[in-house]
């Protein structure tokens, strides 16, 4: 059976520090993987969206970057933290094109 | 740009109460929709889908929602909420020529009074 493993639980980080968010699926191949931050009253903000190595969309221009160097690895970076990176940040993954994704648990993150 | 509504942010019930969450959409063509839903402390976890056929879909739990094309929308119902239905609730959607990509709503969060 399928699994998505996203590590690490929870993070604190201080301001300008840089970022690394890895997400790993297994039982799978070829999968479509996406990172969204989910913000209270906000829903699920659709960060990157890859459907290939080394296929990435950016759906919101901001301080982070996506990188997929394998075909089950999905990496979510930033070279310097802000304050408003702060969220809960999920990673997905689904197969063909209806869209119906699985997600992990998610990674806490507090810039302070 | 594709966009998904839900119209409460927080609903509170008791329990036995009907339960029906709104969730518009704003794309023309064929679409896949889904409603997952996260309770305090877990991950999200899908609740149902609709892809085609019968605009009534059931979900696990007791839930269903149907599809009104017409309206652009996948309302949730339940017809009897347990306490254990405390969770948020999530609608999402996926336009068909945009191959996986999935966009969500904002989220309602349930809560049912014992």
């Known amino acids: 059976s399928q699994t998505i493993h996203q590590w690490p639980a929870t993070l604190v980080q201080p301001v300008g520090s840089p970022l690394s968010l890895e997400c790993t699926v297994e039982g799978t191949s070829n999968p479509n993987l996406y990172w969204y931050r989910q913000a209270a009253g906000r829903g699920l903000q659709l960060l990157f969206y890859?459907?290939?190595?080394?296929?990435i969309s950016s759906e919101v221009p901001q301080n982070l970057s996506a990188s997929r160097p394998q075909d089950r690895q999905f990496i979510l970076s930033s070279k310097k933290l802000l304050l408003s990176d702060s969220g809960f940040y999920l990673c997905?993954?689904?197969?063909?094109?209806?869209?119906?994704?699985?997600f992990g648990q998610g990674t806490r993150l507090t810039v302070v | 740009a594709q966009s998904v509504s839900q119209h409460n942010h927080h609903v509170i019930l008791s329990e036995a109460a009907s339960l029906e969450l709104g969730c518009n959409y704003s794309y023309g063509g064929t679409v896949n929709l889904f409603w997952y839903v996260q309770y305090p402390g877990q991950h999200l976890q899908l609740l149902l889908k609709y892809f085609s056929g019968d605009p009534l879909v059931k979900g696990i739990k007791g839930f269903e929602a149907e599809f009104i094309k017409s309206k652009f929308s996948f309302n949730l119902r339940k017809p009897s909420v347990q306490w254990s239905d405390t969770a948020e609730y999530f609608c999402a959607v996926n336009a068909g020529n945009q191959g996986g990509k999935l966009i969500f709503g904002q989220g309602t969060e349930l809560s049912v009074k014992p």
């Open positions: 997905a993954w689904s197969v063909g094109t209806r869209g119906e994704a699985f």
């Open positions: 890859s459907v290939g190595i080394g296929q």
